[in-house]
Nanobody, 124 residues
């Protein structure tokens, strides 16, 4: 599976962005997919993940109520809608895919494939 993240950019505090993760490979629908982020000088951290079917989602505490992960398997795409953005949300955002069904992993090492990242800047 090859992943391509897009949708990053510059947004003012309080604004919104929608990130997209497009996948190649006809088996994408059988992968759990997650979003992670990494700010300069910090470790990569979990943001949100969604099961292969889309029926189960998991969020980091900082993302709850502000971010929404969703997927459209017909389009081989996973989305991350981010609202009420804060300066501390600025980071490179990565999407990742994990083989197997029935789970929604939240750890970096649990993912098998990674996209290249898209930069989100939150500043006035």
């Amino acid at each position: 599976v090859q992943l391509q993240a897009s949708g990053g950019g510059l947004v003012q505090p309080g604004g919104s962005l929608r990130l997209s993760c497009s996948a190649s490979g006809r088996t994408f629908s059988s992968y759990a997919t997650g979003w992670f982020r990494q700010a300069p000088g910090k470790e990569r951290e979990f943001v949100a993940a969604i099961s292969w079917s889309g029926s189960t989602t998991v969020y980091a505490d900082f993302a709850k109520g502000r971010f929404t992960i969703s997927r459209d398997n017909a389009k081989n795409t996973v989305y991350l809608q981010m609202n009420s953005l804060k300066p501390e949300d600025a980071a490179v955002y990565y999407c990742a895919a994990a083989r197997g069904t029935g789970w929604v992993p939240a750890k970096v090492y649990e993912y098998d494939y990674w996209g290249q990242g898209t930069l989100v800047t939150v500043s006035s």
